[in-house]
Structures are given as C-alpha cells and as structure tokens.
C-alpha cells in the first residue's frame, strides 16, 4: 500500500476524477433503457430495497463490483446521482457522478417498486433447525 504524507489529500484529486470517469463507465455499461439496467441487474442477482440510497439494488451491485477499489469507502445511489464515499482521515472526500438518463429512469421505477424481481424481501430467511448433538449422543 503506497503511503501518502499528512500534507497529501488521499485520494488526489487526479484519483477521484479517474473513479468518477470510470463509475460513470459502469453505470452507461449497465445498458441505454431502464429495462436493459434492470435486467443486467436481474443477471448479475442482486437484490435490494427500494427507497435506500445505500440498499437499493443499484448501490449493492455498485458496492460489490467496487469493494475493493482502495479509493472507496461507501457507494450512495440518490434519484439523479451516485455519490461515492472516498476515505479520508480528516477529511473525507466525495465522488458525485450525474446518473445517466436510462440509469435515472430505472432508479425512479426501482423506488417506484415497477421491477419486483430486484426487490430483496424485507423478512429474514428462516434459519435451519439445528440437531441438539447433546442428547443424540446422551442416548
């Protein structure tokens, strides 16, 4: 890992225009309508809940293919932007990149619950019964 003195802002800013430009790559990736995001979304399998910034499926799907970017600290999906957390030990700075059209366009109909398939269930799964090994063996 590349050490940077007190003096130097981490991430540079030539750092955070190169994840901006490459965020935005990712999200016109996604596809030119909000069906074809939805459905790059649907193979990739995420899932996530409507009206949370950082929960929704967009952000969960940005989160896992940008973990382990070095540069990111937290992904946010707003109606009309992506806003990157970068990390920072005073201060923290912020990637803000505009939603294309079609990614917008899906981000209203996601809230809008318009693609259930995406929609992670809000009720846990249940848990698998466990064998009490303590009274087989007793026995």
């Given at each position: 890992m590349t050490q940077h003195s007190e003096s130097e802002q981490w991430p540079r800013r030539s750092d955070r225009v190169a994840l901006a430009r490459q965020a935005?790559?990712?999200?016109?990736?996604l596809g030119a309508a909000a069906?074809?995001?939805?459905?790059s979304l649907a193979m990739a399998g995420v899932k996530g809940?409507?009206?949370?910034?950082?929960?929704c499926a967009l952000a969960v799907y940005l989160h896992a293919v940008m973990d382990g970017d070095p540069r990111v600290a937290s992904?946010?999906?707003?109606?009309?932007?992506?806003?990157?957390?970068s990390p920072g030990r005073v201060r923290p700075r912020r990637v803000?990149?505009?939603?294309?059209?079609a990614v917008r366009a899906f981000v209203a109909g996601f809230d809008a619950q318009r693609y259930?398939?995406?929609?992670?269930?809000?009720r846990p799964a249940p848990k698998a019964p466990v064998a009490d090994t303590a009274v087989s063996a007793a026995s």
């Open positions: 935005g790559g990712l999200l016109r990736s069906g074809s995001v939805a459905t809940r409507p009206a949370d910034a950082r929960q992904v946010r999906v707003f109606h009309d932007r992506l806003v990157i957390g803000v990149v505009a939603l294309p059209p259930p398939v995406l929609v992670r269930s809000g």
